[in-house]
């Protein structure tokens, strides 16, 4: 018997097979190739409009654990993304264990963007180019960027106020999306809102086409395809193989 599983918290683990990986245009559990290309399907249901394009594509790691049941292959895959520079991995801040996955030239665009004009400008270039040359940290010390990555205290300071590095606790701040904080106000809302929506349907499941095709409260701001991911990847409820289709049922306990 499934244990009850919280909105937010405990949102890792290891998943059951998917069926029907396939008709997200992807095949499951090939590899790179196809986590690469899972990555840029779900990077298409990001809702760039929503936030005026200022936002690179974020994409939740474990709404891939949707379309590829192997978590381990996922993150070996997407670590090697990392490794050579093409992806981005940020801790999300509303869970220890959310990451948001961004490909690495989108978040300089959209970071160089908003630097327009800005006087944090010059110490921005200096961090994109010294720091994110491939970068796999999540977070970074006083003493790493100082004598590592020869910032002072001032242009880290700097670096605070553009958004590219977040406060963790005193002396260490995380990497971080300049502007984020919207995103994640609206992705824990959608979650809870097409969440929702599964639960109130009778006996707590239905069919994802017919849930693709509902009207959404102005709750759901994303498309609900993007929740969707994050509900079955999160393991906040099923995904069944039906005769009829695909169907998603409530997990409570």
């Not at 499934?2 to 918290?9: F, G, H, V």
């Not at 509303?94 to 959209?110: C, N, S």
């Not at 993007?226 to 079955?232: A, E, G, N, T």
């Not at 999160?234 to 997990?251: D, Q």
């Amino acid at each position: 018997m499934n244990r009850k599983r919280p909105l937010i918290c405990d949102i890792f683990k290891v998943q059951k097979r998917r069926p029907g990986a396939e008709k997200f245009g992807v095949k499951s559990d090939e590899g790179l190739t196809d986590v690469r290309a899972s990555l840029e399907y779900l990077m298409t249901l990001f809702p760039r409009k929503l936030f005026n394009d200022k936002l690179p594509q974020i994409v939740l790691k474990h709404q891939l654990y949707s379309i590829h049941h192997d978590k381990t292959l996922v993150d070996k895959e997407v670590n090697k993304l990392r490794d050579n520079g093409e992806l981005l991995m940020f801790q999300l801040g509303f869970d220890a264990e959310a990451f948001g996955l961004v490909f690495t030239p989108d978040y300089k665009a959209k970071v160089l963007s908003g630097e327009e004009g800005r006087d944090t400008r010059g110490t921005v270039d200096k961090f994109l180019e010294k720091v994110l040359s491939p970068c796999t940290d999540l977070s970074f010390s006083k003493d790493q960027m100082i004598r590592d990555f020869l910032f002072t205290d001032s242009e880290i300071t700097q670096l605070v106020k553009a958004g590219v590095l977040t406060v963790r606790d005193a002396g260490s701040w995380w990497l971080s999306i300049p502007n984020s904080g919207r995103f994640t106000k609206y992705f824990i809302q959608g979650r809870k809102g097409v969440l929702s929506m599964v639960k109130k349907s009778r006996y707590g499941e239905a069919l994802q086409a017919e849930l693709e095709g509902r009207r959404t409260t102005s709750q759901v701001k994303f498309h609900i395809k993007y929740h969707i991911h994050d509900l079955v990847g999160a393991e906040l409820v099923e995904s069944i193989p039906t005769t009829s289709g695909t169907l998603l049922r409530y997990v409570d306990s």
